[in-house]
């Protein structure tokens, strides 16, 4: 179908700088991109900031030629769409969290492959909505797919998440014992933080800043099914490896800040399995339409009223200066649940 040329917003860098700079995420205007093969052109309602984009930001003295957008989490309409498209129509309210090989969601319209979109929940507003796809994404894959976890067989189970009240541990204790019935022992570290995992449905809640082992084994816990994984993967291997049961499972998401020794985990013939929800994305998987699928689902959970958004601030309008105040937070490291931002000015 013909779609317009003009141009649109977006935030974007050229040059990697301390998010204290007003240069480190620019306003800008960029050509309105057109949807080709298997992508949707989607007008971008609401966004949110995850910590890959802060990584992804870093200070380095690269300097990029063109600019960059990043944001990997959006909530949006489809405009236009490829002429290979067979899931979305024109119109369609979806959301997804993208692709980190190509332009990201800063944008007033952005590209996408439809086989990792989703629809929007219908019972969320855009703002809700946009706190969930990344980290849903991430909390699936690594409990139902990495970590194997199914209702029949763990149900009952125990399952450690590390990292609780964060965006990824917001979902995945829902996701966990809503879902697959476990036992969930999540980490938090502050008086907020622990009330939250308790109220997404935490059963125990230990402190990762304190001796987190002593503090499950005295509550009559030997050892744990599952571990997942959600921060500093380095620091707690030693007492992931003192944790997981014999013929366990440990899932990380973060990659270890000094090496870890997988001969901790020989004698218990423990596994070891890493989750990165970019993937799919970066290698074209044959599977990688399980994205689609795994938002659909999480929207029917959403709209049955079996999880709830892990949204817990929400910034207008989506510009440079709100993005800057985003990802300062989430690099204090002690967000709660995730941060969003609607609306273009
Ligand atoms: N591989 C993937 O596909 C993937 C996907 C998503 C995220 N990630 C990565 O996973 C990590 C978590 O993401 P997120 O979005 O959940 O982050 P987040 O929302 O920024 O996490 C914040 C939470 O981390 C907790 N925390 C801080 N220091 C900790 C420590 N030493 N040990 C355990 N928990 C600690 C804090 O709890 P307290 O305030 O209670 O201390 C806070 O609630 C990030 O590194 C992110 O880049 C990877």
Redesign the pocket.
Known sequence: MSQSTTTMKAVGLKAYLPISDDHSLLDINLPKPIAQGRDLLIQIQAISV???DT?VRAPKTKVEENYRVLGWDAVGTVMAVGDDVELFTLGDEVYYAGDITRPGSNSEFQLIDERIVGRKPKSLTNAEAAALP??GI?AAEGLFERLAINDEKSAGKTLLI??G?????SIAIQLAKQIAGLKIIA????DE??EWCRSLGADIVVN??QDFVKEIRDQGIQFVDYIFC???TA??WPAMSELIAPQGSICS??EPEAAIDLNSLKSKSANFV?????TRSMYKTHDMIEQHNILNYIADLVDAKKIKTSLSKTLTPINAENLRKAHAE?ET????G?IVLTGWA
């Open positions: 995850n910590p890959v990584k990344l980290t991430t590390i990292g009240a964060g965006g990824v541990g980490t938090a570290s502050r933080s622990i990762h800043k959600l921060n500093t620091r707690h998401i973060v890493w989750e990165f929800m970019f989430i490291g002690s967000t709660i995730k």
